[in-house]
Structures are given as C-alpha cells and as structure tokens.
C-alpha cells in the first residue's frame, strides 16, 4: 500500500534523487576492479580504433581528382575509375558539398565534352547524383553553366 502513495519528481533535482534511490541495487557490491591499462593492450587498443576510423573521404575525393586530371591522355579505364568512386562518395549530401568546396565542379565541363562516350555518361550522373536533393549544388550547377552542355549533350 506504501508502494502506491510514493510521490513522484516534480522537478530536475526530484527526479535525480528517485532515479538515484530505485537504482541503488544495480550498484556494484564490491571494491572497483579498476587498474591502470598494460601498454601492450594500450596498443592494440589505439591500431583497432584508428582501424575503425578509416579514410577521409575528402582526400580520396582529391586522389580520385588528380587521376581524372593527370591522366587525360592514358589510363582511360582508371579515370572511369575514379569517375565512378567520386559518384560512391557523393552519394553523402555532406560528401558533395564538400566535393564542390574542393573545386571538383570545375573538371565536369570537361568531362561532359570528352570524347569518351562513359566519362560524358559518368559526369552526368555524377552531376544527378550530386543535385539530388541538395540545393546547394543544384545554384552551383546553375552557377557555373552545366545545364546549357547537359541540354546539348541530351539533344546530341
């Protein structure tokens, strides 16, 4: 019957004191077990979280930049390559603003007047993907003349 008239927090400092007094037999029973960690488990601990970590996308985005750029006159299938991770990557809304902020709008001109029937269709998809949903890169699309060359290449 007591059960039933306890009085329930009405305010932050109530709530930590019911929180605190219906938690106390979760506590633990004995002395802390704590000790400080060996440095071969130190190790292994920081190679499995910067395992976990991975690469920066930003900076594969930039490697994947160069190849589209450098290699212009060789090594065609490594520049669909990297064509198509810059489209993985820019799936991520935030991925493709920032692919814009690192400058890679400027080699989609190029790629949608290339020779190459795959690059020309990799751009455009990568500009589809890049637009999708995204104002910000739809006004930069807009901004630096990609409708007219997509509308020409549609025609063509």
Same mark, same amino acid.
């Given at each position: 019957?007591a059960?039933n ?6 305010n =932050? ?5 019911f ?17 400080? &960690? ?13 395992? &976990?970590?991975?690469?920066?996308p930003?900076?594969?985005m =930039?490697e ?23 489209q &993985? ?8 603003n ?5 400058g890679g709008?400027h ?8 020779e ?5 269709s ?11 949903n995204?104002?910000?890169?739809q ?6 003349g990609?409708?007219p ?5 549609f025609?063509?």
């Amino acid at each position: 019957m007591a059960e039933n008239n306890r009085r329930f927090p009405r305010n =932050l400092q109530g709530l930590l004191n019911f929180c605190t007094e219906n938690t106390q037999l979760e506590d633990a029973k004995g002395p802390s077990a704590f000790e400080p &960690m060996s440095s071969e488990n130190r190790k292994w601990l920081e190679e499995a979280l910067a395992g &976990m970590q991975g690469t920066d996308p930003v900076k594969l985005m =930039l490697e994947d930049i160069k190849i589209i750029i450098n290699d212009a006159d060789n090594a065609l299938e490594r520049r669909r390559s990297a064509l198509e991770d810059l489209q &993985m990557h820019c799936e991520d809304i935030d991925i493709a603003n920032d692919f814009h902020k690192i400058g890679g709008f400027h080699l989609l001109p190029t790629l949608l007047r290339s020779e190459d029937v795959e690059l020309r269709s990799g751009a455009a998809e990568l500009i589809g993907t890049l637009t999708q949903n995204n104002p910000y890169c739809q006004k930069e699309v807009l901004d630096i003349g990609l409708l007219p060359i997509l509308v020409f290449r549609f025609v063509q």
